[in-house]
T-cell receptor, first 114, second 114 residues
Framework: SAVISQKPSRDICQRGTSLTIQCQVD?????MFWYRQQPGQSLTLIAT?????????ESGFVIDKFPISRPNLTFSTLTVSNMSPEDSSIYLC???????????FGSGTRLTVV | AQSVTQLGSHVSVSEGALVLLRCNYS??????LFWYVQYPNQGLQLLLK??????LVKGINGFEAEFKKSETSFHLTKPSAHMSDAAEYFC????????????FGTGTRLTIIP
């Protein structure tokens, strides 16, 4: 299965600022998925990033708030823009690397907005 | 559309007792089903998955789950709980078509009583 390197692992940010989260995969993948896990909650999909096209956002998430880049088949970034305390969450990227392997997740970015 | 329902947000079992975590799904197509475990302050780790074939699937750490189409269930079990099993468990569903998102249940926090 794939190995994902996600960074930063955690950050404390001031409200109104932006944070960019990076995910690097050790193999080429078509789709990358970005999830948010709010404190004590389950995972919610933010968007799906396909190389060479605009990301597809789920209901309740917008590009201006969570811009995503997918410059190649092994890398993606998620930016959390104009942050507020409500954005304090764990953000995770994920890829599917073949139906026999399921989905692999990055180790997550624990974001605290103060 | 697909969805997952996990019955019981918190489950407590004694060490050595049977672990049973419940998951029911809704899907208009044959589902692919997954169980993930999340230890405190860590990312998600795949426990096991059902795609096709044998309906009883075995995973890591002694866990197994049985896909029951008639009951739309995919309950997770382990014969004898260990203290190290204390974690958050997520059931997830996706379609068989590839490069589709995972839809997660709300999670079950498993506590092991010494």
């Amino acid at each position: 299965s794939a190995v994902i390197s996600q960074k930063p692992s955690r950050d404390i940010c001031q409200r109104g600022t932006s944070l960019t989260i990076q995910c690097q995969v050790d193999s080429q993948v078509t789709m990358m998925f970005w999830y948010r896990q709010q404190p004590g909650q389950s995972l919610t999909l933010i968007a799906t990033a396909n190389q060479g096209s605009e990301a597809t956002y789920e209901s309740g998430f917008v590009i201006d708030k969570f811009p995503i880049s997918r410059p190649n088949l092994t890398f993606s970034t998620l930016t959390v823009s104009n942050m507020s305390p409500e954005d304090s969450s764990i953000y995770l990227c994920s890829v599917e690397t073949g139906r026999n392997y399921g989905y692999t997740f990055g180790s997550g970015t624990r974001l605290t907005v103060v | 559309a697909q969805s997952v329902t996990q019955l019981g947000s918190h489950v407590s079992v004694s060490e050595g007792a049977l672990v049973l975590l419940r998951c029911n799904y809704s899907s208009s197509v044959p589902p692919y089903l997954f169980w993930y475990v999340q230890y405190p302050n860590q990312g998600l780790q795949l426990l096991l998955k059902y795609t096709t074939g044998a309906t009883l699937v075995k995973g890591i750490n002694g866990f197994e789950a049985e896909f029951k189409k008639s009951e739309t269930s995919f309950h997770l079990t382990k014969p004898s709980a260990h203290m190290s099993d204390a974690a958050e468990y997520f059931c997830a569903v996706t379609s068989p078509f590839g490069n589709e998102k995972l839809t997660f249940g709300t999670g079950t926090r498993l506590t092991i009583i010494p």
